[in-house]
């Protein structure tokens, strides 16, 4: 009997070790407290550290964006980027608007408010003031009057320019091309500057205006054309010009202060009062104010 219950105990004392292993995995260490209680403080910490980084990166980046121009949702191009734009690209900024570059062309952001266009074509659509947006191109230079336009520059550095809303002024030197809707420019590669030309004006009137053939313009020349002369006084001779304003009277009567002997010495500012009854007779807008 002594023999068989020491037998007995000798395999309760193996039952009680096993179960003791297997009980021991289920053993709390003294530092699964410890983890249990940071786990809580380790949720609200990290979210708290990345509203920290997004406030201070997120203006920074914002302020990054604004003092340049936007294209998508990353690039920012600013003053010294050149952009040779192989596909379309947008470009926008708050206080200009909107620029879509097509594609082959170059340009380069001299500042924020001004772009210089070497070859291609821009789309621009401006809400700035006007005259603060302004882009250059090799033979001469676009400024904003509150409009939208299309720009085209060839590889000679000629170019055209065509307004669909507001106005222009397409200018090189002294010259001076005061573009309105519904009106284009163009220059050629030594920078000579057409007068503004209807779209709607006849091919006839479009080509004597190229050629400059002055009393060609002046035969074909419509009321709505009237505009067009108007621009001519700068880019003619004395006689060319008595020749303008012998068509412009017929088409709109100058007002009193303008004599036709003073336009044989024609000088900024001589024609002023002529503008306002030329553009009322072509159906376009005053200009803005700079």
């Not at 786990?39 to 406030?55: E, I, S, Y």
């Not at 190229?210 to 419509?222: G, M, P």
Request: proline letters at 7%; charged letters at 25%.
């Amino acid at each position: 009997m002594n023999d068989y219950l020491w037998d007995r105990s000798g395999d309760v004392d193996d039952e009680v070790r096993r179960l003791e292993e297997l009980l021991g995995a289920f053993h709390a260490t003294p530092a699964t407290p410890h983890l249990r209680a940071r786990r809580p403080l380790l949720l609200f910490a990290l979210p708290l550290a990345a509203m920290l980084v997004l406030g201070i990166a997120l203006p920074a980046f914002l302020a990054y964006r604004a003092s340049g121009w936007r294209a998508g949702a990353l690039a920012v191009y600013r003053a010294g980027d050149t952009i040779h734009a192989r596909a379309p690209l947008r470009l926008e900024t708050p206080s200009i608007g909107v620029v879509d570059v097509g594609a082959g062309t170059t340009l380069h952001v001299v500042e924020k408010r001004r772009l210089a266009l070497d070859v291609g074509t821009i789309h621009a659509r401006t809400t700035s003031p006007p005259g603060l947006f302004i882009v250059d191109t090799p033979r001469a230079k676009a400024i904003d009057l509150g409009c939208e336009y299309v720009l085209d520059v060839a590889k000679d550095g000629s170019g055209s320019l065509r307004v669909t809303q507001g106005w222009v002024d397409l200018t090189r030197g002294w010259t001076q091309s005061l573009v309105p809707r519904g009106a284009s420019a163009t220059f050629d590669k030594d920078g000579t500057l057409s007068p503004p030309v209807f779209d709607d004006a006849s091919a006839a009137f479009k080509d004597a205006v190229r050629r400059h053939d002055v009393a060609r313009i002046a035969a074909l020349a419509r009321q709505r054309d009237a505009l067009t002369l108007l621009n001519l006084f700068s880019r003619t001779s004395e006689e060319e010009r008595l020749m303008i304003y012998d068509r412009l009277a017929q088409l709109v009567p100058p007002p009193p202060s303008i004599a036709r002997d003073s336009m044989r010495w024609w000088s900024p500012g001589v024609t002023d009062a002529w503008w306002p009854p030329v553009l009322k007779a072509s159906g376009v807008e005053s200009i803005k104010k700079k």
